[in-house]
């Protein structure tokens, strides 16, 4: 079915209760037309990125030995943290998210190289070639270890309303102890990709799968040491994000478009789906410690509670996180004693 002018069919239907509105690219949707970024045509010259990831947890890189990956077949060129112009950093908020490793590797998956080469699956072959040498270092892989180790990414913060003490201590019941939800990956439809391309002056334009434009503008020329004039994204549909491409685009955005302008050629970064989940941050995983104060028909009437969230190693956006995890732990209820 084609639909000719969604516009005047939702105004049509803006002021009757019960009739859902259209998507505005539903017909796209169904007759699988819609353009995302993978669909774009590629432009003369077209390289592809494929990253080559740390495999530990956390250690000191003694030697990345990368003759090899140089050597593969297809390879055009291999960049390290060396190879980026300006500030090596893809965090939102805090400057604590390397682009590449610089020395030392935070997470199992974390990119330490970027192979460009003339297809994807050259790019990809080709990262799995490289030598490294790690000193391993001591690794905090649980919320509870970083908790006991005051290994925090951001201040603590709370919230407290009331007396929670003398609550919990006057309540006929109490109930005590902990429980753990794990991480949660966003699995979007369309994986992370960018694709870049090098204009005159320096700059760069960039089709880029992410929730936040305006945000891959500034890191990106952050990057490059340019202006953010210098920068255009472009983002017409994402396939997903459901927060997975607010911030985590970001890396992707930036390596594609060191390498555009250093090679002076079109280059795309699309992430295998096992590469995605290995790089990418998740939600949160949480663990509670909570102490609740009852009534014997079951109202709550205090509360203690301690959550800890798995951030990782970095800040990312673990403060707004933890800021809403705070503010919303009592859901739609009122409860006048709490901490």
Not at 242 to 260: D, H, M, N, P, T
Request: proline share 4%.
């Amino acid at each position: 079915m084609k639909i000719d002018n969604i516009d005047h069919l939702n105004t049509a239907t803006a002021r009757r209760v019960g009739v859902s509105f259209l998507h505005e690219s539903a017909d796209l949707h169904v007759s699988g037309t819609a353009t995302y970024t993978d669909d774009l045509p590629e432009l003369q010259g077209t390289a592809h990125i494929a990253l080559g990831m740390s495999e530990k947890a956390h250690a000191r890189l003694l030697e990345v030995d990368l003759d090899a990956v140089r050597q593969a077949p297809g390879v055009i060129a291999v960049l390290t943290v060396a190879d980026i112009p300006a500030a090596n950093n893809c965090g939102p908020i805090l400057h604590d998210d390397p682009i590449l490793a610089d020395g030392v590797v935070h997470y199992f998956g974390q990119p330490i190289f970027a192979v460009i080469a003339k297809s994807h699956d050259q790019a990809r072959r080709a990262a799995r070639l490289g030598k490294i040498t790690y000193e391993e270092l001591p690794a905090i892989l649980t919320p509870q270890e970083a908790k006991a180790a005051n290994a925090g990414v951001l201040p603590l913060m709370s919230l407290k309303q009331g007396d929670a003490k003398q609550a919990l201590e006057s309540a006929p019941h109490r109930l005590q102890g902990t429980f753990q939800c794990n991480g949660q990956e966003q699995f979007y439809l369309e994986g992370q990709i960018s694709y870049a391309v090098p204009k005159e002056y320096g700059a760069v334009h960039i089709w880029c799968s992410t929730q936040h434009p305006s945000e891959m503008q500034q890191l990106v020329a952050h990057c490059l040491g340019v202006g953010a004039h210098k920068v255009h994204v472009e983002c017409r549909r994402m396939g997903g994000g459901f927060g997975g491409k607010e911030s985590q685009s970001a890396l992707y955005a930036c390596v594609a478009s060191v390498a555009a302008v250093k090679l002076q050629r079109p280059i795309k970064l699309r992430l295998d789906r096992d590469d995605d989940f290995m790089i990418t941050g998740k939600r949160h995983g949480f663990y509670y410690e909570y102490d609740i104060g009852y009534d014997d028909e079951g109202r709550l009437l205090g509360a203690r509670l301690d959550m800890t969230a798995n951030s990782g190693f970095s800040a990312d956006l673990s403060g707004p996180v933890a800021t809403r995890a705070i503010c919303h732990f009592d859901n739609a209820y009122y409860l006048s004693d709490v901490e």
